[in-house]
């Protein structure tokens, strides 16, 4: 049986790929990080999950605070930085997302802008640049009120 934290961190996920329009467990995945682009025969992959741990003393102005306030983050690893910044774009103008747009949310809101970092990947166990997969990695950081 689903929770109130479970149900909206599925309702999120859903808003936000609805959005994106990607595949649940090949390019997008909930809850979970995904398996490394490295080994997989696509371009990217990214992942929802609402973590908990808010700070309470951070509600945003007219926001009724009648849940459970949680940090919460979209995370996502790219070939492509145009893809990354698409993805970015995209989530961003989705949000703030108000109460009663997303099932078992009372708000949604970015607590940064969408941040892309180069990365390495993927390294072989030898540290040798032979298994280096480089890449772009996208960060989206929200505060989400459970209820």
């Given amino acids: 049986m689903a929770n109130a934290w479970t149900t909206a961190e599925t309702n999120v996920f859903t808003h936000i790929n609805t959005a994106l329009g ?5 390019t997008a ?8 682009i490295a080994d997989a025969s696509v371009d990217y992959v990214w992942y929802f999950a ?10 945003p ?5 009648c849940g459970m ?10 070939e492509s930085r145009e ?3 698409s993805h970015a774009i995209t989530v961003r103008n989705l949000l703030p997302a ?10 949604l809101r970015l607590t940064s802008e969408p941040r892309i970092e180069r990365a390495v990947w993927k390294r072989k166990a030898d540290q040798s640049n032979a298994g280096e997969v480089r890449v772009w990695e996208l960060v ?8």
């Fill in 140 to 147: 989206i950081e929200m505060q989400c009120i459970i209820g």
């Fill in 61 to 65: 102005a007219g926001v009724n605070y």
């Fill in 83 to 85: 893809t990354a910044q």
């Fill in 22 to 26: 990607d595949t649940l467990n090949t």
């Fill in 69 to 78: 306030m949680a940090d919460a983050e979209l995370r996502g690893v790219f």
């Fill in 50 to 59: 609402i973590q908990g741990g808010g700070q309470i003393d951070q509600t």
């Fill in 98 to 107: 108000a109460a009663d747009a997303i099932t078992g949310v009372r708000d």
């Fill in 29 to 36: 995945f909930i809850g979970e990080y995904p398996p490394s």
